[in-house]
């Protein structure tokens, strides 16, 4: 829907003002338009009050109509009115699956005679019912709306339903929906209801007396308008009124109500009557009806009631409560006294939220709400009642001893217990039944459900435990429900092992009742493995004291914190304190090095390990010790080998002993032994030896005790040797012995030695006298150079006296020499050149380069640039070879697209023919040879779409005038965009769009150059600014209405470069989108509901138990569903940002056309509401841009080309929400709609504040839109841009041409005669002179200049498909300047540069003036003449090659071929009128002339670099237009392969048959033709005859028709006998029939007198002519 544009005000009030101009025609068409425009306010009347009743969104207005097909909305209606009879379980396909995935179903059908089962029992009258396939078949919608609005009015005079609303000239519809509406009751062929009058006739279906009961009314609205409550209340109570239920109390009510219904419907009506063009008067439309008044009475006792019940409720009167519920006013279903306690509480509740839901105002319940809560009170109620139930056989179970029983009965829904697992089954027994015992007694139901809910925990237990999950086993142990107490979550790999044990252990128990753990063994298992922790907690603790009594460094409470018992330390001996605290403190030690704690604490194992080394260290140095002792004893006795012996103990470790030396051993370290005892005191016992670490040990010989630390008063016995004495005097022998060894062995080496060392001597004396050489160096020199001196003195003297006595000799020598050195250098300099000629030429060319480099800039840039400059480059105005090869390509390839999208255009409305076709075929199984003849058409559209137009060539000489003055009008047209913008607005707009698309855009050539572009352009700009001026009064009609030049503009810019754009800015986007197959973006929080629940069911396999049907707020209350609809808002949010980048990224991608169109719009806007504020203008240009030129192409890509897909392919569902909802989140941002609630509510259905937290991003992206909008409209305008002026034409080389069929300059010419007037009101318009040279409207043959055939048939498709003939004008001017120089001083300031440009191209100068005054040279003159002749082949070659479509002006070419003398002498001439106009000047030496060639110099550049961008351009549309003309192919091929299937099936089965069929018959038998003979009362009685003429129906039997087949396949001859007398005599073509039955005729004429049934006749041929069984 959209504002303004429909309102039936709007259109009453242009019929009105325009009726002195409307033709028949046109007020006919606007009467269907007010039709159109009532039924689409009916439609949403209807809507609206569906949608109040069901409490659900229904499809919009424009597709409420087929939206009602699958009835489920009527079924649902069906629900409300009666429940009892239509239950929800019974409508079909309830949420739409089925229709949406695979369209109707024959079980649609249900749902329709649901509603009608519905309608029957609350008793409308049967008049008011459709038929069935008026609705599953869309037969007669009209006539279904119509039902609905008579049921709304009787059920509101029942009271169960609300009042439907009027809504005419309230809402707004398109031009576009009114259009098509229009069309779519056209089909219909049916006479429109006359829904003002269903009150009239409701009351006449009652049975009752007409008048009474009309005259009773009448009273009542006369009462009424008295506002007398007391005579209208005695008006009311007239038996004849036939009104129920008036409450005697009520009278100031009732006469309020009713007032306030009748003067709304009489302001209805009053708005109605203002249309007199749909003005029907009757006497209801001012007056309540029966039903109406009625409805109110019954409204004001449901208002009254609800009142009572709310007072009732705050006293909490029950019985109050209960008679208000059972009174005939609210009429609240399924009232139980004895469940009035339920209801109180239910209503309580109910009023409680929705008092807080309206900020603790005060509230009133409605019927629905009560009938609600009545409802689930009851449920609640029987509830109760089946769980008291419930309990008593669960007793009766554990009394049986029957674990079956009593699981069945704990699973019982009634019991409404936790859920019961089936593996628990002995486990519920056997607790149940000790509880039992335990309290003697029976079990009510809170210690059943407080048990269930505790062993169903349990169970899961034992379920997670044998998983072996420890964090699974750990949620069920912490569930509330399963009452394990002490647990940690720290132990929960524990637990899982310590239970995994015990059950395991449990099941190989023999003869166990119960192989799962019960809740005290689980317990005692969470018991056992916590008792173990405080264990290793405690020995931590012990740990921890031992580590922090190690960094006191005392010994002893080391020693006490090892032998701690919670420590559980192995082998601490006493005597070891002293280890234990070094080997514990410097494994500390070392473990800091490796933290950067320094605190670092010795583990457990760190702790016994140091223990263990410390024993490990005694034992050692006690053995240690003894060998030292018995090396000692060894010497004492002066035995040698025990001496040896003694030293290979292996803790002893000493090295390097030799057998040999032990003698030179015992010798030493006795000599050692004595020399120590002579130091001190001997005999104590006591030794220190050190250990592998460097550790002290002291040891006593005599007590065999030891130390780690010197004791007190303890003497070193120096009558004994350590160990390291030992081993310095066995070190120092052994090496004594080894260098005698070695010195025996190396004799030879040594004597080596010392030879290079005596000649290290002698280098070291040389070497002292070479540095004391250098040293002395200078006075060396200086010696050395005195007597040089006076050997070259003695020579320098002879030779002087030698040169004096050979003088001359001397001179010739130097000139010999000195000319051999002069040549020498030339040859170098030569020779270098010669060498560097690569590197010379570089530098030449840089030099030119450079000066070429500065005139170039010079030209570009400076305002007055000199002739001499300007003679540099004025070869670039001549066109060369290349710029006309590139002229012709442009022409083709031009022509290549315009006929490539025609002919595609072609190909595609076939094919849309093609589906229709092959879809009647399918239906009625006889249209093949249709599909095949079209089929052949589609076929030749393919071979000849490449056929070019023939141009003027192709024409006759008899018309070539006719059309060279239509290429006078056509060139008119284009350069004038005025007259096209009028004729736009003068024309009715059903026909605009054809005659956009047939005529505007074939004129310039679908834009396809930057001329035609530039053309089209200023036409959509004055098109624009003339619709914002007079079409549009308030800024919101541009957005909310459908303006016609924005139509026009978006489609031209979608055309293939555009398109081509927005694939390249959209489709990796989109292909991105459509490929994620994990991307489902679904905000719609009951959707997402049911397919959590759905996929829970599947996954599990269980009924999960929760409702289905559920609403948004009840859906949201699930945290699963708010998770994903939070990971689809966040996707969306993601997906978005892709593309808003992208089209922000993207600006420059978007046409220049639509930019230019969008600074047009804002310019138009800010002028015609200059107090607007520039965010409002911002949103209408956005509004432009994205709406309605980008949104589509995301909403829809494989429809605008973005994404290709194949025939037999299309998008998925779940694809086009997620591309919907991005556009509608892009739509949101670009028009900042969103930020509040009402908005989402909107847009996404019913109460969506969960998608609020997306205002943030929207507003923020408006921001980013705002800014992007004010980019795009920074274009510059279309001259600078194209780079054309008003000149353009005149000096390019290529005409204008279009390619235009001969139907469309036929309809142009007609349509331009037709609003002649309003396009060019001025008499001397020039319109009008080339209007009336063309003179009336000619026909196809006429213009073409062929002979038709008389046959009337025959001339008619001749004229059609002549019609569609394809011609190239090129376009000129008419009013174009004559020969006569001084006509118009601009075409003589062009001819006069022409001239100008030749003769400074031969001829050089400083100034103009001076090559002007100095005659021309004969070289000059025969340089001049080349250039003409140059000029002359190139452009005979490009006549040749473009077919004549490019030549040059010869009025311009005349004067440039004229000598230099006289062409000078011309150009003085012109320069003196040019000066007398003031357009130059003698006294700049006319520089004004030479700045404006400088200026075309620059255009020029700027023409040919534009033209190459074109040709790429037009390339790439042409390579576009073929992949789309392929793809269409592609179906083309589909179809024919379908078909041919079909025809190979048909025709298998005809073999068959008696008769070959329709399609083809053999040729070797005789033709046979089958006929049928029936009267006409046989097919009046059949129902295919209606009525003839005025035969009367007796005189029936006296008429005969016979149908009989011809060789045509497909077509009947039916003739008429009257009395055995032929009458009449038709050809009767099956196909037209098959049309027929598609757009919806029901029944047509024959013989111009004889009506009859289109769907029995066809249903007649079928059974009689195709039926296999005939």
């Not at 209208?232 to 008036?246: D, I, Y």
């Not at 310039?1004 to 150059?1009: H, I, P, R």
């Not at 149908?1603 to 038709?1626: H, N, R, S, Y």
């Amino acid at each position: 829907m959209d504002s303004n544009n429909g309102t039936a005000g709007k259109r009453t009030s242009r019929a009105g003002d325009g009726r002195a101009h409307m033709t028949a025609d046109e007020m006919d068409e606007q009467r269907k338009q007010n039709v159109a425009y009532e039924y689409l306010c009916h439609l949403e009347e209807a809507k609206v009050w569906i949608q109040a009743c069901i409490n659900e969104e229904l499809p919009p207005t424009t597709e409420l109509e087929e939206g009602l097909r699958n009835g489920v909305y009527l079924a649902q209606l069906g629900h409300f009115l009666a429940p009892q009879v239509v239950p929800l379980k019974k409508i079909y396909d309830k949420d739409q699956s089925r229709y949406q995935s695979r369209g109707l179903h024959f079980r649609h059908t249900d749902n329709i005679n649901h509603w009608f089962v519905a309608m029957e029992k609350v008793g409308l009258p049967q008049i008011f019912y459709p038929e069935t396939t008026d609705v599953y078949d869309r037969k007669n919608m009209p006539r279904v709306i119509y039902c609905l609005h008579a049921l709304s009015l009787y059920c509101f005079k029942l009271g169960i339903a609300p009042q439907i609303e009027d809504l005419y000239g309230k809402v707004q519809f398109t031009e576009e929906e009114i259009s098509a509406m229009k069309q779519e009751l056209e089909k219909y062929g049916i006479q429109m209801p006359a829904f003002s009058k269903i009150g009239g006739i409701l009351a006449n279906e009652m049975t009752v007396d007409d008048a009474a009961l009309h005259a009773a009314i009448i009273a009542i609205n006369e009462a009424i308008d008295k506002e007398d409550p007391e005579e209208t209340m005695k008006a009311l109570r007239n038996p004849s009124a036939m009104l129920v239920n008036m409450a005697e109390d009520l009278p100031d009510n009732y006469q309020t109500t009713l007032y306030e219904a009748k003067m709304t419907k009489s302001e209805i009506s009053r708005n109605k009557s203002m249309d007199p063009e749909n003005a029907e008067h009757d006497v209801y439309d001012e007056l309540l009806t029966q039903a109406e008044i009625q409805g109110n009475i019954n409204k004001v006792n449901t208002t009254v009631s609800l009142d009572r019940l709310m007072d009732a409720l705050l006293k909490g009167d029950r019985a109050l409560i209960l008679q208000t519920l059972n009174s005939p006013s609210l009429a609240i279903r399924g009232v139980q006294n004895e469940n009035v306690d339920h209801y109180v509480q239910r209503l309580d509740e109910l009023k409680d939220i929705k008092q807080n839901n309206n900020s603790n105002e005060v509230v009133t319940l409605e019927k629905e709400e009560i009938q609600q809560a009545v409802n689930k009170a009851n449920l609640d109620a029987d509830k109760e009642y089946q769980k008291a139930r419930a309990v008593e056989l669960i007793n009766e179970a554990i009394d049986s001893c029957d674990a079956e029983q009593l699981l069945k009965a704990l699973q019982n829904p009634a019991a409404q217990l936790p859920p019961v697992f089936d593996y628990a089954c002995a486990l519920y027994f056997e607790e149940f039944h000790n509880m039992r015992d335990e309290k003697q007694s029976e079990l009510d139901y809170d210690e059943i459900s407080a048990a269930v809910r505790v062993l169903s925990a349990v169970a899961k237990i034992n379920e997670a435990i044998d998983v072996r999950d420890p964090e699974r086993t750990l949620k069920a142990l912490t569930s509330p429900e399963a009452c394990i107490p002490n647990l940690d979550e720290t132990n929960a790999d524990r637990y899982q092992t310590q239970l995994r044990e015990s059950k395991q252990a449990k099941s190989e128990i023999p003869d166990s009742p119960c192989d799962l753990l019960t809740h005290f063994e689980i317990c005692t298992c969470i018991n056992v493995v916590n008792d173990q922790v405080i264990e290793e907690h405690q020995r931590i603790e012990a740990i921890q004291q031992i580590n922090n009594t190690i960094e006191k460094g005392e010994p002893g409470l080391t020693l006490k914190a090892l032998q701690v018992p919670e420590a559980k330390l192995q082998a601490v001996v006493d005597t070891q304190a002293y280890r234990y605290q070094v080997l514990l403190v410097r494994e500390k030690n070392k473990k800091s090095e490796g933290h950067t704690d320094e605190e670092a604490e010795l583990w457990l194992e760190e702790i016994q390990t140091a223990i263990d080394n410390a024993n490990k260290d005694a034992q050692f140095g006690l053995k240690l010790s003894e060998g030292v002792e018995s090396t000692n004893a060894a010497l004492d006795t002066s035995d040698a080998d025990k001496l040896l012996e003694s030293m290979a103990v292996p803790e002893l470790a000493i090295h390097s002993v030799i057998a040999d030396c032990k003698g030179m051993y015992l010798e030493k370290l006795q000599e050692a032994l004595e020399a120590k005892k002579s130091q001190g005191e001997s005999g104590s016992g006591w030794m220190m030896n050190r250990l592998k670490d460097g550790s002290k040990f002291y040891y006593n010989n005599n007590t065999k005790e030891y130390k780690w630390s010197r004791p007190d008063g303890v003497v070193k016995d120096h009558g004994q040797l350590n160990k390291e004495e030992i081993q310095r005097v066995v070190s120092d022998v052994t090496a004594a012995h080894d260098r005698e060894l070695l010195f025996q062995a190396n004799e030879n080496l040594i004597v080596k030695i010392q030879a290079n060392y005596r000649g290290y001597q002698a280098r070291k004396a040389y070497k002292e006298r070479l540095d004391f050489m250098k040293r002395q160096l200078p006075l060396i020199i200086k010696i050395q150079s005195k007597w040089k001196m006076v050997l070259q003195k003695n020579k320098y003297r002879e030779r002087l006296e030698y040169m004096k006595d050979n003088e001359k000799a001397a001179v010739k020598l130097q000139a010999q020499v000195r000319g051999w050195k002069a040549r020498k250098e030339y040859q170098g300099r030569k020779k270098f050149f010669c060498d560097h000629l690569a590197v010379i030429i570089k530098l030449q060319s840089y030099f030119r380069a450079n000066k070429a480099r500065h005139d170039y800039v010079t030209l570009m840039n400076n305002a007055n640039p000199p002739l001499p400059v300007v003679q540099r480059f004025v070869h670039l105005l001549d066109f060369s070879d290349v710029d006309y090869a590139e002229e012709i390509e442009l022409q083709k390839i031009r022509q290549k697209v315009v006929s490539e999208i025609k002919s595609t255009k072609q190909l595609e409305d076939d094919l849309d023919q093609m589906d229709i076709k092959i879809g009647l075929l399918i239906k009625n199984r006889v249209t093949l040879q249709d599909v095949v003849t079209h089929g052949k058409k589609l076929s030749k559209h393919r071979e000849d779409g490449q056929n070019m137009p023939k141009g003027l060539k192709g024409l006759s000489k008899a018309c070539h005038d006719r059309l060279e003055a239509y290429q006078h009008l056509f060139y008119l047209l284009q350069t004038n965009p005025l007259y096209l913008a009028k004729l736009i607005f003068e024309m009715p707009q059903n026909k605009m769009t054809k005659f956009m698309e047939a005529v505007i855009y074939s004129l310039f050539n679908y834009g396809a150059n930057q001329r035609e572009e530039f053309l089209l352009l200023k036409l959509f700009h004055k098109a624009l600014e003339e619709e914002i001026e007079s079409k549009v009064d308030k800024m919101s009609d541009f957005v909310t209405g459908n303006p016609l030049v924005v139509k026009m503009i978006v489609g031209f810019n979608r055309n293939q470069r555009g398109q081509n754009s927005l694939r390249e800015m959209l489709n990796p986007l989109i292909i991105e989108v459509i490929e994620d197959k994990n991307l489902r973006i679904n905000t719609n929080p009951v959707e997402v509901y049911k397919a959590w629940v759905n996929q829970t069911e599947t996954s599990t396999g269980v009924t999960s138990g929760l409702p289905y049907d559920v609403t948004t707020e009840q859906a949201l209350k699930h945290e699963e569903v708010k998770a994903v609809l939070a990971e689809s808002i966040t996707r969306l949010t993601e997906v978005t940002d892709k593309f808003l980048n992208a089209i922000f990224t993207s600006l420059d991608k978007i046409p220049y056309g639509m930019r230019y169109m969008a600074k047009v719009l804002k310019a138009a806007l800010e002028k015609k509401f200059p107090e607007a504020a520039e965010k409002d203008v911002l949103k209408i240009v956005g509004n432009l841009l994205y709406y309605r030129y980008i949104n589509s192409a995301i909403v829809a890509p494989d429809a605008f080309d973005i994404i290709n897909v194949e025939a037999d392919k299309q998008l998925s569902n779940d694809q086009r929400r997620n591309l919907g909802s991005v556009a509608k989140i892009l739509q949101f941002a670009a028009s900042n709609k969103g930020t509040s609630f009402e908005h989402y509510s909107e847009d996404f259905g019913g109460d969506s504040s969960y998608l609020a937290a997306m205002n943030d991003y929207i507003r923020q992206s408006h921001e980013k839109f705002k800014k992007y909008c004010v980019e795009a409209c920074e274009v510059p305008e279309p001259e600078d841009f194209f780079h054309i002026d008003q000149y353009s034409d005149i000096v390019t080389i290529a005409k204008p041409s279009i390619y235009i069929s001969v139907q469309e300059i036929i309809d142009t010419h007609q349509l331009l005669l037709h609003h002649e007037d309003q396009i060019a009101p001025d008499p001397q318009d020039p319109i009008h002179e080339l209007l009336e040279d063309l003179r009336e409207v000619p026909s196809v043959d006429e213009l073409l200049g062929t002979d038709l055939p008389e046959d009337e048939e025959m001339r008619k498709m001749l004229q059609t498909q002549l019609g569609k003939t394809e011609i190239s004008l090129t376009l000129s001017n008419k009013f174009e300047v004559p020969e006569d120089d001084q006509a118009d001083v601009q075409q003589l300031l062009v001819r006069t540069k022409r001239m100008v440009v030749d003769v400074i191209a031969c001829q050089t100068g400083d100034n103009l003036l001076q090559i002007l005054d100095s005659p021309a040279s004969e070289e000059q003159e025969e340089l001049h003449q080349s250039l003409v002749k140059k000029r002359d082949d190139r452009d005979h070659r490009a006549k040749i090659d473009s077919e004549g479509g490019l030549m040059r002006q010869q009025s311009m070419s005349g004067d440039t071929r004229m000598p230099l003398s006289m062409m000078k002498t011309k150009v003085k001439k012109n320069l003196q009128n040019l000066e007398l106009h003031e357009v130059v000047t003698r006294k700049n030496g006319y520089q004004d002339l030479v700045n404006m060639i400088a200026q075309d110099i620059r255009n020029q550049r700027n023409y040919r670099n534009s033209r190459k961008h074109e040709l790429m351009r037009v390339r790439e549309t042409v390579r576009s237009l073929q992949e789309k003309r392929m793809f269409y192919e592609s179906q083309i091929d589909y179809y024919n392969r379908y078909v041919q299937k079909c025809i190979e099936n048909l025709q298998q089965k005809g073999n068959n048959r008696k008769s070959r069929g329709i399609f083809r018959r053999d040729a070797s038998q005789k033709a046979h033709f089958e006929s049928l003979k029936y009267s006409a009362a046989k097919l009046h009685e059949k129902g295919i005859i209606l009525e003839i003429g005025t035969l009367p129906t007796n005189q029936f039997k006296n008429m005969q028709f016979e149908i009989k087949e011809t060789a045509d396949p497909g077509v009947f001859e039916v003739q008429a006998k009257l009395l055995g007398m032929e009458v009449k005599k038709i050809d009767l073509v099956f196909q037209d029939l098959l049309q027929l039955q598609y757009e919806g005729v029901a029944v047509i004429e024959l013989f111009n007198d004889a009506k009859v049934n289109v769907n029995l006749l066809i249903f007649l041929l079928n059974k009689k002519f195709y039926s296999a069984g005939k």
